[in-house]
């Protein structure tokens, strides 16, 4: 469970500090973790000022979001690209999370 918790304050921090800036897209799911935190953890650990992580970690979550979103696009467009059939139409793509 620390180690989950440990990983919701890594986002919600890098978020907060503005690394992840112009990922419109995070905006839900970074409020819908902030719900989470609200629900999870004591609320004297639910303080941002207190869950702040350093620059550097802030960096390298940002890093691999970054890394992990472009090789994902990338597959993505792969298999779109190369797998469209005869009738135009579209594979159909599950992703699963490993925890990344």
């Not at 918790?5 to 890098?14: E, Q, W």
């Not at 990922?23 to 819908?32: A, F, H, Q, R, V």
């Not at 000022?49 to 970054?66: D, E, F, H, I």
Request: charged residues 20%.
């Amino acid at each position: 469970a620390r180690t989950a918790l440990d990983s919701l304050h890594a986002k919600l921090s890098a978020f907060e500090a503005g690394w992840l800036d112009g990922e419109s897209s995070l905006d839900d799911y970074m409020s819908l973790l902030k719900t989470l935190r609200a629900g999870l953890v004591e609320p004297s650990v639910a303080n941002p000022k207190q869950t702040r992580q350093t620059p550097l970690v802030n960096a390298g979550y940002a890093a691999r979001l970054s890394s992990m979103t472009l090789a994902l696009e990338r597959w993505i467009s792969y298999v779109v690209e190369n797998s469209a059939g005869s009738n135009g139409h579209r594979p159909a793509i599950n992703i699963v999370s490993v925890g990344c």
